[in-house]
Every structure is written in structure tokens, then in C-alpha cells.
């Protein structure tokens, strides 16, 4: 999800995307994730998502959370041209590389949402803008959701993936958050581990048990949850 830019050799095409993805999450893999997800966004996200109103999930990949949010419309936007074959019937489909979010007009969401993503944009600064777009997009009192590796917790694994470029910890997304005028409004440091990847049970039992268990979250966690309010 990242600004188009033909020339940049960094920034792999649409189909490059797409295979990189294929490979990373074979059909097996996602059906177990989406198992996963469906806990996650029942007993933890979804709480905070007014199901009235407009959920934007930016870098929506294979859609696994939006696709089991209820809210009244649901938006999935990726920079992967197969992004609507993995979208549920319902969920509007935008196929944007550029972090600005043009195609997201202003004040168009309650909730934006953004999962393991930032870390994948080309630099700091174009995190800076994606968020300053996310701001742009959410309504007065909406409010910014955000799962995020952190190094700080995981620095031996952040970069087994190919595509991670952006170091960012809890305390840089802080940061970053309140300088492009948002309020965190919740902070959980160690909440998810660190990929989807984990060898820990992906049984839906399994996964509200752990949601439910802090001590665990502080064990076993390498992602943090921010939960921010746009400011002003």
C-alpha cells in the first residue's frame, strides 16, 4: 500500500504483490486464520466498532478482519489487485497503492482499522502521511484501530519477512499518533504474538481463552494494540 511509483525499484507491482501473498498464506493457512479472526473480532475488536456505522479497513490484505466486522458499511482498501476475491459479499473493495487514500473521501468512517501494515511503507514519513490520511477520513470522534508488530519486543524476527521495512515500537507509534493528531485512548504493549505464523493453538477456544488472560498477552506478546481518537 504504498504510492505508486513505476520507477521506484522497492515498490513491487500489483502481481508481484499478489504471489508474495499466495505463498505467504497458502488456502489452509487463511481458512485457520479466518477461524482466528472471527474470535478476535467478536470478543475484542468488535466492542469497539460502532456497528451503526462506517468501518475503513486499510491494507485489508485477505480481508480477514473486515470481513467479519458488523457495521453498517464496511470498506476494505489494499494495494493487491486481488483484493475483492478475498472480500465477504458486502464489503466495498478499493484497490489503492497510494498512502494518501485519495480514493477515501473525508470524513467518511467512524473506525479505520490497520493490521500489520505500517511496517510494510517505504519510510517513516510515508507513515506519518497514511495516518494524517486516516485522520482525514474518520469523522469528528472517530476513532483509529491498530495492531502493529513491535521491535522493541520481537527485534530477532521483526524482519523475516521481505516486505518489512519501517522499525516501528510502541513508543514511535505513539509518537507518530499524537503528532498527526490523534488521542490514544488505549495502549495494550503486549497483546497479539508476533505472527500468525505462532505455534500457538489457532482453536477458537484456545483464542478467547488467551484473549482473556492478560498474564498470557504479557508472556507470549510481539504486536501492540493502539486504539487512538482523532483530535479536534
Not at 508488530?149 to 515500537?169: E, G, Q, S
Not at 478467547?208 to 506478546?221: D, K
Request: glycine residues 6%.
Amino acid at each position: 500500500m504504498r504510492t505508486p511509483q513505476a520507477e521506484d525499484p522497492r515498490i513491487p507491482d500489483g502481481e508481484l504483490l499478489a504471489e508474495l501473498y499466495r505463498r505467504r498464506f497458502p488456502p489452509a493457512e487463511l481458512a485457520r486464520m479466518r477461524a482466528v479472526w472471527r474470535v478476535l473480532v467478536d470478543d475484542f475488536f468488535g466492542p469497539r466498532i460502532p456497528e451503526r456505522g462506517t468501518v475503513v479497513d486499510v491494507g485489508a490484505g485477505p480481508c480477514l478482519f473486515i470481513n467479519e466486522v458488523k457495521a453498517a458499511r464496511r470498506i476494505a482498501v489494499d494495494a493487491n489487485p486481488t483484493l475483492a476475491e478475498s472480500a465477504a459479499p458486502g464489503v466495498e473493495t478499493v484497490v489503492d497503492g497510494d498512502v494518501d487514500l485519495p480514493s477515501i473521501p473525508d470524513g467518511t468512517a467512524d473506525t479505520v482499522f490497520m493490521s500489520n501494515f505500517l511496517e510494510h511503507l517505504a519510510s517513516p514519513a510515508e507513515v506519518l502521511r497514511v495516518l494524517s490520511a486516516a485522520r482525514r477520513i474518520l469523522r469528528p470522534g472517530g476513532e483509529l484501530l491498530v495492531l502493529q508488530p513491535n521491535f522493541r519486543l520481537v527485534p530477532h524476527r521483526y524482519f523475516d519477512f521481505v516486505d518489512h521495512v519501517v522499525v516501528l515500537t510502541d513508543r514511535s507509534l505513539v509518537e507518530a499518533l499524537e503528532a498527526t493528531g490523534f488521542t490514544v485512548r488505549e495502549l495494550r504493549v503486549r497483546f497479539l504474538p508476533f505472527t500468525s505464523k505462532s505455534r500457538l493453538p489457532k482453536w477458537p477456544w484456545a483464542v478467547a481463552l488467551y484473549l482473556r488472560l492478560r498474564p498470557l498477552q504479557w508472556l507470549l506478546g510481539g504486536q501492540t494494540f493502539v486504539r487512538a481518537r482523532r483530535a479536534g
